[in-house]
């Protein structure tokens, strides 16, 4: 049992980070959509365990409409009386599934977290600091659950859209660092100041991202007020002021940074030799995370833009932190985090 669980701790490992970032993509595509609120009531949806696909299968006996009021109320719609009648007017088959389905893959990766944590156990592991970190993904996982429904509750209250986002980070920053410390791999040789360039690299791209979501959170609410519609493109850029300036300013610096370190590792043959894919990667997915920022920008937000701009920043955190991981100082002893992990 101990040896067919030991071989399936990296896979676990590997499927709750993939199924994270899934999550990451999905909560995308509902913030882009504007189908937040697709299912206003949680943990159910529209009172059922799978969503009707026609308003004509909404059972109202299973719904408090006072849920509808506070929710149609906050989303611009307080003028809209709820009655059984509003309710199947407004009901929409495409937000209420892009919700649904994003509430499955959070389930499903927090089942994937769990199996993780009982694998590590089961293998006889003598990592006290890995199950102590499992055990904090889990519990990360129902906080973040516990916090999807305060958002659904408070109608998406922009600070709390923005903290869950963050707590996303967290979860695939622990999932990253749980599959390194479950994989053995060839550390990657590197110089002191190298490495403080890495931790800048994560520091920054982190502080990106939530400036970044700030950004959205203003966007968000100058179009319930009726500002920045179609082609209202210099009312926009009024409207971001000085937060999107500093977005415009992180944005150079996460490039710079990330630019620099791309070309000191490639200046290093055996970096190269330990991360011969996740360099390369590295430099493309911060130019294609600033050609996404420029057309969000230049072409008005168009929505299937949104989601790829936000995964392309997970996945720079993801890959600059992977760097970090395996990295180590030139004569030092390998550690649980290097090529023993």
């Keep these: 049992m101990r040896g067919i669980a030991e071989r399936l701790l990296p896979r676990a490992a590997l499927l709750t980070l993939?199924?994270?970032?899934?999550?990451?993509?999905?909560?995308?595509?509902?913030?882009?959509?504007?189908?937040?609120?697709g299912c206003p009531d949680w943990p159910r949806c529209y009172g059922r365990l799978v969503p009707p696909l026609k308003a004509e299968e909404i059972d109202f006996a299973r719904l408090d409409l006072a849920k509808y009021r506070k929710s149609w109320a906050g989303h611009g719609r307080a003028e809209v009386e709820v009655t059984e009648a509003s309710v199947r007017e407004n009901f929409s088959a495409m937000e209420t599934w892009i919700e649904f389905l994003n509430r499955c893959l959070g389930a499903v990766s927090g089942l994937a977290a769990l199996a993780t944590l009982v694998l590590a156990v089961v293998s006889g592991r003598r990592d006290?600091?890995?199950?102590?970190?499992?055990?904090?993904?889990?519990?990360?996982?129902?906080?973040?659950?516990?916090?999807?429904?305060?958002?659904?509750?408070?109608?998406?209250?922009?600070?709390?859209?923005t903290l869950h986002m963050m707590l996303a980070m967290g979860l695939i920053t622990t999932g990253l660092w749980i599959r390194h410390r479950v994989v053995t791999r060839r550390g990657m040789v590197v110089s002191k100041s190298l490495r403080w360039h890495l931790v800048?690299?994560?520091?920054?791209v982190v502080a990106q991202t939530v400036v970044g979501t700030q950004v959205r959170e203003i966007v968000d609410q100058a179009k319930l007020a009726g500002c920045c519609g179609d082609g209202a493109q210099v009312k926009l850029e009024a409207v971001l002021g000085v937060t999107f300036a500093w977005h415009r300013v992180g944005a150079v610096v996460v490039v710079t940074l990330v630019g620099l370190v791309f070309f000191r590792l490639r200046a290093r043959g055996e970096c190269v030799e330990a991360a011969p894919v996740l360099i390369p990667v590295l430099g493309l997915l911060v130019a294609m995370e600033y050609v996404a920022g420029v057309v969000l920008i230049r072409a008005n937000l168009p929505a299937v833009v949104q989601p790829v701009h936000l995964l392309l920043a997970f996945l720079v955190h993801g890959v600059g932190l992977s760097l970090l991981l395996r990295s180590r100082l030139r004569g030092s002893e390998t550690s649980a985090m290097g090529e023993e992990a």
Excluded: E, H
């Design 18 to 37: 993939v199924l994270l970032y899934l999550v990451v993509l999905a909560g995308a595509v509902v913030r882009a959509t504007g189908s937040g609120m």
């Design 128 to 161: 006290g600091l890995l199950k102590v970190v499992l055990v904090g993904q889990v519990v990360l996982f129902g906080v973040v659950a516990w916090l999807g429904k305060v958002v659904v509750d408070t109608n998406l209250l922009p600070w709390k859209i």
């Design 200 to 204: 800048a690299c994560v520091v920054a």
